[in-house]
Structures are given as structure tokens and as C-alpha cells.
């Protein structure tokens, strides 16, 4: 199976690259009103539409005309979808960043410099800024073990991403991750119990209190009060991305040392569902499960172990054991009315995972208590 994992870079800005990055939102928004205008939901249907006009406006190298098209047609699709439900903002989307995406035809990767085809035998050079981190794909990019796809450009850097073939084998055993805020819980059918202190919650809660005493300053101090949002603002996404990081590499050590695939719930969406009080809200919405997710699969999949993601619906509100409705039995406890069982709500989520996944369920599960379970503890 081939991988993608997209590493940023820094680069040398110019004049050339951002009059590029103008045209290119123009290229976009102009076939976003052609497609709207004429009723087009095809990508190879708006290329075709429109390529005469687009070359006689811009001139550039045809493959620009052929990814503004791609981009556009994608942008339309999620547009409409999110107007069938009712949530789409504006009349039409609208691209407004900076940014343009190239394939393989319209660039060359030299490893410290990119060259872009602009125009016929045309070329624009862009030099790379880059630490140790993109050293190392740069390094097994040049013996050959990876290779490069579309990359995206935007104001502050160039993304490249880099393409890797593994083997994802049927592993020997497979572990449930539950993800909560403050806290990651993995369970196999071994069983081995694995979990994992967060601070994330702490990251957000902090942060946000700053913001608060910070916005109170806006109305005196206006422009002190921007910079210091922007600053904060930043420290916090750092701090939060490193802290998913630190978890994602522990949970996939983990699994590699017991050889086992991932099992992870689909979450996709659950913001839209989320319908609670203002402060749990505030909370969670700036859950960082995706990200979380994201890093975890990305580095299994590095690793060779494959990640599947199973319908959340149910997982810990229902019985393991007999499918029963739980009810809560003190902190962090439920209880099976039906047939007795008690466990913590992390790892009977887990556990039902394993079990919508066919996999065994651990010996003791029917009747181990969370004091009796194999478990490591970890804070991150």
C-alpha cells in the first residue's frame, strides 16, 4: 500500500511567487463562476468549457488551467453538499487565500530547491528553507526509497508530499484507542490496558483564560491587544500539535511492540452533533481528535500497521457483553443492568470496538473489575 505524509517547508519569498499565487485565486474563482453559471459539475466538462478563455486571460502552462479546475470542482462539490443540509455560508464559494496546488508535471524537487514551469521553457526557481526534520525525507527521497506528489504553495511555505510504499500485513492481534479529552485509552484482546494522561485539556482551558483576560484589554488597547492574541493564539496550536504528537508516538510504539493493528472510531462530523451547554461546548469544539487521529494513523501506517476506523455509535453506552443500555455506577464507572457487568467507560468503549471488529473479546472481560486489569499508565 502506498502513504502519503506531507512534510512543510520554508522558502525564499519574491515578488514572481506571489503575482503566481494572485493569479492562480483568480484562475480559481473564475472557474468556480463558470461551473456555477453554466451548470458544470464535471472537472473534465469546466476544463473543456473553459480552456479557451482561461488561455487567452492567463497564458500560463496548461497544467494550471487543469488543477484550478480539479480545485474548483472539489470546492463546488462540498459547496452543494453543505447547502443541502443548510449550512453552506455565502451564495457561491469563494476562494480568498493564497495558495495553488501543482502536480508532478508542472514542478521538478531537487531536494533544497523547486523548480516551477511557469510558461514554455519558462521556469521559476524557488529555494527551500528546511531543519533536520525535512532533512530526513530529503535524504531517503535522494536514494530513492520515497517520492513526491501534488504540492501546495501558500504565502509562508511550500507543502511536498512524500509518497512511501508498505507493507500493511494482518497483524496478530488488534487494540481499540478511545480518545477522550483528557486522557487516551487502548485495549487488545490480550489483554494489555493501555493509558494515556493528557494534557490537552489543560493546553486549551489555560489558553483560552489568557485570551479572555486579553480580549478585556482590546477595548483600551486595540493593536496591543491583536498582537497579543496572535502570539497566544500561535503558542497554544504549538503546544497542542506537540502534545498529539508525544501521544500519537507512544500509542503506536505500543502497538508495534505487541504487533497489533489500530482500531479508532469514525468521528467525522461529531462537532455538528454536539449540542450542549456554553462552556462544554467551548470545550468541546476544541477537542483535538482529528489531529489526534491523524498523527496516530499516519505513524502506524509508517510502521506497517494498518488502521481502521468503526461506527462510534453505541460504544460506550452499550454492554460488551450482552448489548444491554449501561447505566453510570460512580466516577467514570458503568453498569450493565442486564447481566451485572461494570467496567470503566473508556475501556468498555474499547471493547466494543474490538468486538464490531469480530475480534475476541479479552477472557476476563465478563468479569474483570478496572482494579484487576493488565494496565500501563502513562503520562504524556
Known amino acids: 500500500m502506498e502513504i502519503t505524509l506531507s512534510v512543510p517547508f520554508g522558502y525564499e519569498q519574491s515578488e514572481e511567487i506571489r503575482k503566481l499565487l494572485e493569479d492562480f485565486r483568480d484562475m480559481l474563482n473564475f472557474c468556480i463562476e463558470r461551473a456555477l453559471k453554466d451548470n458544470i459539475t464535471s472537472y473534465a466538462r469546466l476544463r473543456k468549457h473553459i480552456y479557451r478563455e482561461w488561455k487567452s486571460r492567463w497564458g500560463y502552462s496548461t497544467h494550471f488551467c487543469h488543477s484550478a479546475c480539479l480545485i474548483a470542482t472539489s470546492m463546488l462539490k462540498s459547496w452543494r453538499k453543505l447547502k443541502r443540509k443548510g449550512i453552506a455560508k455565502g451564495e457561491k464559494p469563494l476562494a480568498k487565500k493564497l495558495f495553488m496546488r501543482l502536480d508532478p508535471q508542472l514542478y521538478k524537487f531537487y531536494g533544497d530547491k523547486i523548480r516551477i514551469s511557469v510558461r514554455h521553457r519558462k521556469f521559476l526557481f524557488i529555494n527551500l528553507k528546511y531543519g533536520e526534520y525535512q532533512k530526513r525525507f530529503i535524504e531517503a527521497w535522494k536514494e530513492g526509497k520515497l517520492k513526491t506528489g501534488e504540492i501546495t504553495i501558500n504565502e509562508g511555505k511550500i507543502v511536498v508530499p512524500f509518497k512511501k510504499d508498505v507493507d500493511l500485513s494482518s497483524p496478530c492481534d488488534w487494540i481499540a484507542i478511545d480518545i477522550n479529552e483528557s486522557n487516551v485509552t487502548a485495549v487488545s484482546s490480550n489483554p494489555h490496558i493501555l493509558r494515556i494522561e493528557s ?18 484589554l482590546k477595548k483600551f488597547k486595540p493593536k496591543t491587544a491583536e498582537r497579543l492574541l496572535k502570539k497566544y493564539s500561535g503558542r497554544e496550536k504549538r503546544k497542542a500539535k506537540d502534545e498529539c504528537h508525544k501521544i500519537a508516538r507512544k500509542i503506536v510504539n505500543f502497538a508495534k511492540q505487541h504487533h497489533t493493528g489500530i482500531i479508532m472510531e469514525d468521528l467525522k462530523g461529531i462537532r455538528r452533533r454536539i449540542s450542549h451547554n456554553k462552556n462544554l461546548n467551548r470545550r468541546l469544539h476544541s477537542w483535538n481528535f482529528t489531529r489526534l487521529q491523524f498523527c496516530v494513523e499516519y505513524k ?38 442486564g447481566c451485572g457487568y461494570e467496567n470503566d467507560r473508556d475501556i468498555i468503549a474499547c471493547l466494543n470496538m474490538l468486538r464490531m471488529w469480530g475480534v475476541p473479546l479479552p477472557p476476563k472481560a465478563a ?14
Open 300 to 337: 502506524a501506517k509508517l510502521n506497517g500497521l494498518p488502521v481502521i476506523h468503526v461506527e462510534p455509535k453505541g460504544t460506550s453506552s452499550l454492554c460488551p457483553i450482552c448489548g444491554g443500555k449501561l447505566a453510570p455506577n460512580g466516577y467514570r464507572l458503568s453498569k450493565c443492568n
Open 367 to 380: 468479569h474483570e473489575t478496572p482494579a484487576e486489569a493488565e494496565r500501563i499508565v502513562i503520562k504524556s
Open 199 to 216: 494534557s490537552l485539556r489543560t493546553i486549551h482551558t489555560t489558553y483560552f483564560n489568557i485570551t479572555r483576560r486579553i480580549q478585556r
